[in-house]
């Protein structure tokens, strides 16, 4: 009676079969391969895998061409008719024409992998016309495949969001186990131009030698980020119901409660990848725990006055240094007013509010206002006014008094933003420690940043070379090469490169003693982390 698609006997065998009616019905179970429109039928040629299901058999996988007679139905009745779907068919013979066979019911086993199918197909499914089996990928990584379905189904239409995750679950279509087409999924990897290769070339000479007389910088190899000898422990890396953390003061930020709305906690991530209880747990806390031990180990005994987050956003660092520094004072400068506005309620929630600032505004705004007011020859004078100018900002936005600023620390600071705090730190001549995001994006205008300008060009004997390439292609290269996440190797040399860079100019134009580290590579690929002190 033709093949069964091995997709899963299992879960064929639990699915409730439909009554196939008249006694000379024989079943179908296969491919979809081609559907054609005659005259007076539609004609589905349906390709059986080489493996039936209930008698454990190997058979030859020969399509039959199955009608579906058009004076019964005026359209085709079966609308998830795409082409490469799985499909179980009930058929007889006609009784005119004994070559022909006649289609009693289609029945949907796996849903095609064309991108239009998979999106009817989850409104099916959450309407209940079909079971969610016909996904399989709706239960990877454990999910709930309904709760998957309705938080699909709640991101914006249309949407980016929305498109990634419809396209994760083709990708499953296409390449899971018993699929409905057995190639993988096509990946392009990232390209590296022949002349882009002269600089990886360039660099890696620089890392082995260190030192090069050529280039006014030096190549740093991060070292493994240094942590305060005595720091809190606890772990936080299992998923917990957020709802069972209690709100109210902590002494620890491991033991406060995630920064997230509870009835978002199982909720899909931005990329898709994990929910969003899972991203907050095993990726973003840990480097935030990360990022506090090593301001503890900065400091030592003592603790700062007044700590500036660059593009903070929802506070998760911010708050998280305000409990762990009791006596500091903690300000957010960034421009997402929802965000912060978050920010300000998980403080409130804490009860650590009172020693927070959420101030709403472009980081390259207050810079350039600060540089515009504070037009003096003396350095001190400067300084003063610079610290002046941030306490009346913090002032305007609900704080009486602040305390001079002590720290800048950014965790993922996008682009340039990372270069903005770096000069941010060196304006007002205080520590910083940075975690630097994205290399190609946000470009700001009002800087230059420092390795923009230290970016090498070629050795010395590779003047023709040289010649050939524009000088701003280097740059633009180099940040390429660092966001080429499909070859670590390549972007680890680039990111090195940038931020020994960035190290380098604030060294030589604010005397800092600056060292790269880096933090475990499991929580994120952006896990540079730059330290300087005075």
């Given at each position: 009676?033709?093949?069964?698609?091995?997709?899963?006997?299992?879960?064929?065998?639990?699915?409730?079969?439909?009554?196939?009616?008249?006694?000379?019905?024989?079943?179908?179970?296969?491919?979809?391969?081609?559907?054609?429109?005659?005259?007076?039928?539609?004609?589905?040629?349906?390709?059986?895998?080489?493996?039936?299901?209930?008698?454990?058999?190997?058979?030859?996988?020969?399509?039959?061409?199955?009608?579906?007679?058009?004076?019964?139905?005026?359209?085709?009745?079966?609308?998830?008719?795409?082409?490469?779907?799985?499909?179980?068919?009930?058929?007889?013979?006609?009784?005119?024409?004994?070559?022909?066979?006649?289609?009693?019911?289609?029945?949907?086993?796996?849903?095609?992998?064309?991108?239009?199918?998979?999106?009817?197909?989850?409104?099916?499914?959450?309407?209940?016309?079909?079971?969610?089996?016909?996904?399989?990928?709706?239960?990877?990584?454990?999910?709930?495949?309904?709760?998957?379905?309705?938080?699909?189904?709640?991101?914006?239409?249309?949407?980016?969001?929305?498109?990634?995750?419809?396209?994760?679950?083709?990708?499953?279509?296409?390449?899971?186990?018993?699929?409905?087409?057995?190639?993988?999924?096509?990946?392009?990897?990232?390209?590296?131009?022949?002349?882009?290769?002269?600089?990886?070339?360039?660099?890696?000479?620089?890392?082995?030698?260190?030192?090069?007389?050529?280039?006014?910088?030096?190549?740093?190899?991060?070292?493994?980020?240094?942590?305060?000898?005595?720091?809190?422990?606890?772990?936080?890396?299992?998923?917990?119901?957020?709802?069972?953390?209690?709100?109210?003061?902590?002494?620890?930020?491991?033991?406060?409660?995630?920064?997230?709305?509870?009835?978002?906690?199982?909720?899909?991530?931005?990329?898709?990848?994990?929910?969003?209880?899972?991203?907050?747990?095993?990726?973003?806390?840990?480097?935030?725990?990360?990022?506090?031990?090593?301001?503890k180990a900065l400091f030592g005994a003592s603790q700062p006055c007044h700590i500036v987050d660059v593009g903070g956003g929802r506070g998760d660092l911010a708050t998280a240094l305000a409990i762990a520094f009791?006596?500091?004072?903690?300000?957010?400068?960034?421009?997402?007013?929802?965000?912060?506005?978050?920010?300000?309620?998980?403080?409130?929630?804490?009860?650590?509010?009172?020693?927070?600032?959420?101030?709403?505004?472009?980081?390259?705004?207050?810079?350039?206002?600060?540089?515009?007011?504070?037009?003096?020859?003396?350095?001190?004078?400067?300084?003063?006014?610079?610290?002046?100018?941030?306490?009346?900002?913090?002032?305007?936005?609900?704080?009486?008094?602040?305390?001079?600023?002590?720290?800048?620390?950014?965790?993922?600071?996008?682009?340039?933003?990372?270069?903005?705090?770096?000069?941010?730190?060196?304006?007002?001549?205080?520590?910083?420690?940075?975690?630097?995001?994205?290399?190609?994006?946000?470009?700001?205008?009002?800087?230059?940043?420092?390795?923009?300008?230290?970016?090498?060009?070629?050795?010395?004997?590779?003047?023709?070379?040289?010649?050939?390439?524009?000088?701003?292609?280097?740059?633009?290269?180099?940040?390429?090469?660092?966001?080429?996440?499909?070859?670590?190797?390549?972007?680890?040399?680039?990111?090195?490169?940038?931020?020994?860079?960035?190290?380098?100019?604030?060294?030589?134009?604010?005397?800092?003693?600056?060292?790269?580290?880096?933090?475990?590579?499991?929580?994120?690929?952006?896990?540079?982390?730059?330290?300087?002190?005075?």
């Amino acid at each position: 009676n033709g093949g069964a698609l091995d997709v899963n006997t299992k879960e064929v065998a639990s699915m409730e079969k439909p009554v196939w009616e008249g006694s000379d019905t024989n079943v179908l179970v296969g491919k979809l391969v081609r559907k054609k429109k005659r005259q007076d039928r539609w004609v589905l040629a349906v390709r059986p895998e080489p493996y039936h299901a209930e008698s454990g058999k190997l058979i030859q996988p020969i399509s039959k061409d199955i009608s579906i007679l058009r004076s019964a139905h005026t359209t085709l009745p079966y609308d998830f008719l795409f082409l490469s779907c799985i499909i179980r068919v009930s058929y007889r013979q006609d009784e005119e024409d004994e070559t022909r066979l006649i289609a009693d019911h289609v029945e949907l086993i796996r849903s095609s992998p064309d991108p239009i199918a998979v999106a009817l197909a989850v409104d099916w499914i959450a309407e209940g016309k079909h079971e969610w089996r016909i996904i399989p990928a709706l239960s990877d990584q454990g999910h709930d495949p309904m709760q998957h379905v309705k938080d699909i189904l709640a991101l914006p239409n249309p949407s980016r969001r929305r498109r990634l995750a419809l396209a994760r679950l083709v990708r499953g279509l296409e390449k899971g186990p018993g699929a409905a087409v057995d190639k993988p999924a096509r990946v392009r990897p990232s390209y590296i131009r022949p002349k882009e290769w002269l600089l990886l070339e360039e660099l890696e000479k620089l890392r082995d030698q260190k030192t090069s007389e050529q280039y006014e910088w030096n190549w740093m190899e991060p070292k493994q980020l240094a942590i305060a000898s005595e720091v809190d422990e606890t772990s936080n890396d299992q998923v917990v119901e957020q709802k069972a953390e209690p709100y109210g003061p902590h002494s620890s930020p491991n033991q406060a409660p995630l920064n997230i709305p509870a009835d978002t906690f199982d909720q899909l991530s931005y990329h898709n990848k994990h929910t969003r209880g899972e991203y907050m747990n095993n990726k973003k806390m840990p480097q935030v725990r990360r990022m506090v031990q090593r301001i503890k180990a900065l400091f030592g005994a003592s603790q700062p006055c007044h700590i500036v987050d660059v593009g903070g956003g929802r506070g998760d660092l911010a708050t998280a240094l305000a409990i762990a520094f009791p006596s500091a004072h903690v300000s957010v400068v960034d421009k997402n007013e929802p965000s912060l506005e978050a920010g300000r309620e998980y403080a409130a929630q804490l009860e650590c509010e009172d020693r927070m600032n959420f101030v709403c505004s472009d980081m390259e705004e207050v810079m350039n206002d600060m540089m515009s007011r504070t037009e003096h020859d003396s350095d001190r004078d400067r300084k003063e006014e610079f610290m002046e100018y941030f306490a009346n900002l913090g002032r305007s936005n609900g704080c009486d008094s602040l305390p001079p600023v002590d720290l800048v620390v950014g965790l993922h600071a996008c682009g340039d933003l990372s270069d903005l705090a770096l000069a941010f730190a060196l304006q007002l001549g205080v520590p910083f420690v940075l975690c630097p995001c994205c290399y190609t994006k946000r470009y700001i205008n009002s800087i230059t940043p420092a390795w923009k300008i230290y970016c090498p060009l070629v050795s010395q004997g590779e003047e023709e070379k040289a010649e050939e390439i524009p000088k701003d292609l280097y740059p633009k290269s180099l940040g390429r090469l660092a966001e080429i996440d499909d070859n670590p190797q390549v972007s680890r040399v680039a990111r090195v490169a940038i931020n020994s860079m960035r190290l380098h100019g604030m060294k030589e134009a604010g005397g800092y003693s600056v060292s790269l580290e880096e933090y475990e590579l499991k929580s994120s690929s952006r896990n540079l982390v730059l330290v300087g002190s005075r």
